[in-house]
């Protein structure tokens, strides 16, 4: 018996060095476009509105005169993680990619808050479908992707926009959570933040607004407005396993929330990260 357990013991250590050997050597293929004659993939500089202001974005646009399906990229906070590579590949996959910058970001018109970057998602997408004739667009196939604040911005617009059945918070900033954490003491926050080189707002403006509505920013509470999504969250950490757990709890569609050893840009899997996007997005 004593035997039993040893080999067993072995056996599982192989699978894991296994596992483990498998992700280190994770590899993506990325291909120059063939160009056809007409509808041949391209870049596009977009000013888009959203609630009187412009915001600064791009379209990367695939190849081929079908409809393509759309990914949204959804940036931090403030943002310089963008996540192009995952743009690039998806792009090469047949799909169309938007980024932009949020109100009072990077060059955007417009005053930042958090609330203004959920409603600026919300604004992208009906931009987008608005222009889906000449950006090729699939408007049913609308994913929206999110990197730690922009996981924030994913969950809430997706409780939003009815039409748009995918979601993929990577490492998402729980923003209700850490401000109630420091009990309110923005003076804290802010030493803690720093400088916001980028947002033309105060520490004041902009955690206020998340302590007189701690409703808005409990994710957990959205739960049921978003049970009939297909939502995956990608953490380095495990301090979302409550909000996971209550959205899980909630879900009728698919929900898949793991952890990875990993960083908060996810520098060490980046191709294991996009490949994980990659099969979501194709995924029907």
Known sequence: MKIFFIFLALAILGTVQTISAQSKNDTLVLRNNEWGAANRAGFHELNIPSSGSLLQGFIYTANGARKHGLLVLLHGFPGNERNIDLAQIARSRGWDVVYFDYRGSWGSQGKFSFKNCVDDAVNVIAYCKHNAGMFNIDTTNIVLFGHSMGGFVCLKA???????????????????????????????????????????????????????????????????????????????????????????????????????????????????????????????
Not at 179 to 207: C, D, H, R, S
């Open 158 to 284: 997706l409780s939003y926009l009815p039409g748009v059945k995918k979601g993929f918070a990577l490492s998402t900033w729980d923003i209700g959570g850490d401000v109630k954490m420091f009990k309110g003491n923005i003076t804290k926050l802010e030493a803690n933040e720093g400088k916001y080189f980028v947002l033309n707002a105060t520490a004041q403006e902009l955690y206020q607004p998340v302590l007189d509505d701690p409703a808005y920013f409990n994710l957990k509470s959205m739960a049921p407005r978003l049970a009939d999504k297909q939502i995956i969250m990608l953490d380095e950490h495990h301090e979302n396993k409550v909000i996971a757990d209550a959205l899980s709890a909630a879900n009728k569609a698919s929900f898949d929330y793991e952890v990875w050893d990993t960083d908060h840009g996810f520098s060490n899997t980046r191709v294991s990260m996009i490949k994980k996007v990659l099969a979501f997005i194709s995924e029907p």
